[in-house]
């Protein structure tokens, strides 16, 4: 979703295994188009906010926070990087820049492992439920409401809510990912269901993350044209 391509990773690394030194990247492509870019990411239960770039799974699970693998925004691992302090913050922050109007053109939102909705995950807040699904559909449904009665959702918002791998067990393995899209300018407008036969995968939401925001070249396996856009979701 970062730059249509694994780089040829298959397992969860932290930054510099590897170090991505290429600009091909979604958010230097924003920035250098002037798009204002955020990456907000949740810090795990019993951990502190981070100050720091996150370089390890010191305060969050990192390999699902792409823009600080790659060196322009890292920095050479540099965690008083400028560019990651600057762009990369506590997810904390997040209603408070909506609520001020501060919010960023493009926002990554990354929940924490409580809250991702993956199996398996315990030490969480004893007071929110026991289990997972239920705990990660409550945070939704929070964060989602915050989301979608603000003015920028509704003068022209869209809130991709993508999983980032499909259940790995039993009959339902390596099946289809969940996916949502809520806006204004959806079919049936983030209010009533639909859905489609179309074939998507995550190279397909940046590709159509690349469309929106008018930025080049599409990367990785978004230039495939094999790879379908989101555009039959939109009216």
Not at 37 to 53: I, L, P
Not at 96 to 115: E, F, S, V
Not at 175 to 190: C, D, E, I, R, T
Request: proline residues 6%; contains cysteine; aromatic residues 10%.
């Amino acid at each position: 979703m970062e730059a249509g391509t694994n780089f040829g990773v298959l397992q969860d690394t932290q930054p510099g295994q590897p170090q991505l030194d290429t600009h091909d990247h979604l958010v230097r492509l924003l920035q250098d188009a002037g798009i204002s870019w955020k990456a907000y990411a949740e810090s795990d239960y019993g951990s502190t906010d981070f100050t720091v770039c996150p370089l390890d799974f010191s305060y969050l699970d990192v390999n699902h926070l792409a823009p600080v693998y790659f060196n322009d925004v890292n920095d050479g691992l540099n965690p008083n990087s400028p560019e990651s302090l600057a762009h990369v913050v506590p997810f904390d922050r997040f209603a408070t820049d909506l609520a001020d109007h501060t919010i960023a053109q493009y926002n990554l939102i990354t929940p924490n492992l409580c809250h991702q909705g993956h199996e398996g995950i315990s030490s969480c807040d004893p007071k929110e439920p026991g289990n997972n699904t239920l705990r990660s559909d409550q945070w939704l449904q929070q964060h989602v409401h915050v989301i979608m009665e603000s003015d920028e959702y509704k003068k022209g918002g869209a809130l991709f809510i993508i999983w980032d791998e499909a259940e790995d067990t039993d009959q339902y393995s390596d099946g289809p990912v969940s996916f949502f899209l809520l806006s204004p300018f959806a079919k049936g407008k983030g209010k009533t269901l639909y859905t489609n036969q179309v074939h998507y995968d995550h190279r397909s939401t940046l590709k159509t993350i690349e469309e929106i925001f008018k930025v080049t070249p599409l990367l990785g396996g978004a230039a495939d044209p094999k790879t379908n856009d989101l555009r039959d979701l939109f009216r």
